[in-house]
């Protein structure tokens, strides 16, 4: 139904600005689609519209950069299906998700740690690998953070590709290994190139085309999930570590410009959209905020050319940043991480100690 809601919004968007020149408003998609015409709440269809709306503006942002960008247009048959808070309802031991007035709602049992809860929103997923429907529950949690005082202990994060999370506090570094994580990224679009070309090959429908595109959803889901599960594992550990050392802050490097503005040449250029800097990011965020560390983000322009010993600027072209101007040597992402902390505490420099 959800699937059917969007191909709705969809359609009826591109209609008019088609037939009209404009793009209807979000105010203007809840009018035209009557939530009446579908058995679900009110605020679910809203959801999926809001959704439609969010990806329709990052369309028209990415236009700056980007004149071949495409809003979005595919139809969806399979879509998330969401209940917000005001749909659902606790009643002993399960959830009640309303499907609007005058219809039968849905129950569903749920754990014994979340009876009396009510969480802030119920998604319905259809899982492409088990072909089977779940329910998918968020609740609310309370931020350990006491309230803010002044900066005792910070923790600058340099976000990389081979190494994705390097970490200085101003004495000691701490290095990430991401080797693993980047071969499963590497493999994944190998494999997305190769089935692809195979399906390019058959008929759309057929026996085989549909024998290749489960095998593809199949194996996609896989990696994908295995993938999740490395970043977690590596950024849970970060987080651990800066608990354990009673972390107050942790200085993300802000790298959006980098993907925006800079060509490095179409292997480069595919290294860097390969590169989840924000999944990683997101996921230190909301793990550090569950145990009381604020999370900040600092521009991080030039913090891997400049010497944290000087403040010479050179473009290391290795692993290892060399200064020509006072000798100092060390890795160039513990130099990019040093620097961003630099750069946060307003220091002149912070020398670090070389490898």
């Given at each position: 139904?959800?699937?059917?809601?969007?191909?709705?919004?969809?359609?009826?968007?591109?209609?008019?600005?088609?037939?009209?020149?404009?793009?209807?408003?979000?105010?203007?998609?809840?009018?035209?689609?009557?939530?009446?015409?579908?058995?679900?709440?009110?605020?679910?269809?809203?959801?999926?519209?809001?959704?439609?709306?969010?990806?329709?503006?990052?369309?028209?942002?990415?236009?700056?950069?980007?004149?071949?960008?495409?809003?979005?247009?595919k139809r969806s048959w399979y879509h998330t299906f969401t209940w917000r808070a005001s749909g659902?309802?606790?009643?002993?031991?399960?959830?009640?998700?309303?499907?609007?007035?005058?219809?039968?709602?849905?129950?569903?049992?749920?754990?014994?740690?979340?009876?009396?809860?009510?969480?802030?929103?119920?998604?319905?997923?259809?899982?492409?690998?088990?072909?089977?429907?779940?329910?998918?529950?968020?609740?609310?949690?309370?931020?350990?953070?006491?309230?803010?005082?002044?900066?005792?202990?910070?923790?600058?994060?340099?976000?990389?590709?081979?190494?994705?999370?390097?970490?200085?506090?101003?004495?000691?570094?701490?290095?990430?290994?991401?080797?693993?994580?980047?071969?499963?990224?590497?493999?994944?679009?190998?494999?997305?190139?190769?089935?692809?070309?195979?399906?390019?090959?058959?008929?759309?429908?057929?026996?085989?085309?549909?024998?290749?595109?489960r095998a593809k959803n199949r194996t996609l889901n896989t990696l994908n999930n295995l993938i999740?599960?490395?970043?977690?594992?590596?950024?849970?550990?970060?987080?651990?570590?800066?608990?354990?050392?009673?972390?107050?802050?942790?200085?993300?490097?802000?790298?959006?410009?980098?993907?925006?503005?800079?060509?490095?040449?179409?292997?480069?250029?595919?290294?860097?959209?390969?590169?989840?800097?924000?999944?990683?990011?997101?996921?230190?965020?909301?793990?550090?905020?569950?145990?009381?560390?604020?999370?900040?983000?600092?521009?991080?322009?030039?913090?891997?050319?400049?010497?944290?010993?000087?403040?010479?600027?050179?473009?290391?072209?290795?692993?290892?940043?060399?200064?020509?101007?006072?000798?100092w040597h060390g890795h160039r992402d513990v130099v990019g991480a040093s620097n961003i902390l630099?750069?946060?505490?307003?220091?002149?420099?912070?020398?670090?100690?070389?490898?």
């Amino acid at each position: 139904m959800r699937g059917r809601i969007y191909s709705k919004t969809v359609s009826l968007t591109q209609e008019t600005h088609d037939k009209k020149g404009f793009w209807l408003s979000d105010s203007g998609l809840k009018k035209y689609l009557k939530f009446k015409e579908y058995p679900c709440h009110a605020h679910s269809v809203q959801a999926i519209i809001d959704d439609y709306c969010g990806a329709r503006r990052a369309f028209f942002s990415n236009l700056e950069s980007n004149s071949n960008a495409r809003p979005p247009f595919k139809r969806s048959w399979y879509h998330t299906f969401t209940w917000r808070a005001s749909g659902i309802t606790y009643k002993r031991g399960k959830l009640r998700l309303s499907m609007g007035r005058g219809r039968d709602a849905l129950y569903i049992k749920i754990d014994k740690k979340f009876h009396g809860k009510v969480p802030a929103e119920v998604s319905l997923v259809y899982n492409r690998n088990t072909h089977i429907y779940e329910f998918h529950a968020t609740y609310e949690t309370q931020s350990q953070r006491k309230p803010k005082a002044d900066i005792g202990s910070v923790v600058a994060v340099d976000l990389g590709e081979i190494h994705p999370i390097v970490s200085f506090d101003g004495l000691t570094a701490e290095i990430y290994n991401g080797r693993y994580l980047r071969s499963l990224v590497q493999y994944r679009e190998k494999f997305k190139a190769t089935i692809n070309q195979l399906l390019s090959r058959c008929q759309r429908g057929s026996r085989r085309w549909k024998k290749l595109k489960r095998a593809k959803n199949r194996t996609l889901n896989t990696l994908n999930n295995l993938i999740r599960d490395v970043r977690h594992k590596l950024t849970s550990r970060f987080v651990s570590a800066c608990k354990s050392k009673k972390v107050e802050t942790i200085v993300i490097g802000d790298i959006k410009h980098i993907r925006q503005s800079i060509d490095y040449g179409s292997k480069i250029n595919q290294k860097l959209h390969q590169w989840a800097f924000g999944k990683i990011t997101e996921m230190i965020a909301y793990k550090a905020k569950g145990v009381g560390i604020q999370v900040d983000s600092q521009d991080e322009a030039y913090t891997s050319q400049t010497c944290p010993q000087c403040g010479h600027k050179k473009k290391p072209n290795k692993r290892a940043y060399h200064c020509p101007k006072c000798k100092w040597h060390g890795h160039r992402d513990v130099v990019g991480a040093s620097n961003i902390l630099t750069k946060y505490q307003g220091w002149l420099f912070n020398p670090v100690v070389g490898a």
